[in-house]
């Protein structure tokens, strides 16, 4: 059995959308008004996000792909993952050209998917 995530809606600012308010930024912070229609659970101001919409557990951290994402700062690290199958590499930002060359070879080898390689 293939386990999918959940979906749930956007969790939006009360009035994000409105012509008016273009300073309203689209993210989600909680409702504390004393007045205010979202923070007591008007149905038509739209989701807040709660408990029930969290993932089995097995399913946290998982990407669209269905693989694990590791971070990775050397090559020694990058020879520790062996399942191609359930791990996907990320480099750190901070690591230099030269080293992002070598785990991008070692990468090659071992046939572990890099997800920001970039121009290499």
């Known amino acids: 059995m293939i386990m999918i995530k959940k979906t749930h809606p956007k969790f939006n600012v009360p ?3 409105a012509k008016s308010r273009k300073r ?3 993210r989600w912070r909680k409702q504390r008004g004393i007045d205010n229609k979202k923070r007591t659970k008007k149905s038509f101001m739209g989701a807040e996000p709660t408990i029930g919409y969290g993932n089995p557990e097995g399913l946290r951290g998982v ?19 062996n399942d191609k199958e359930t791990y996907e590499v990320a480099i750190a930002h901070d690591v230099s050209k030269r080293k992002r060359k070598e785990i991008v ?5 071992t046939g572990i998917r890099i997800v920001n390689s970039g121009k290499l």
């Open 15 to 17: 009035n994000f959308g």
């Open 24 to 26: 309203v930024k689209e």
């Open 63 to 81: 990407r669209a792909s269905g693989r694990r994402l590791v971070l990775v700062h050397n090559v020694e690290q990058m020879k520790g993952i």
């Open 105 to 109: 070879e070692a990468a090659k080898g």
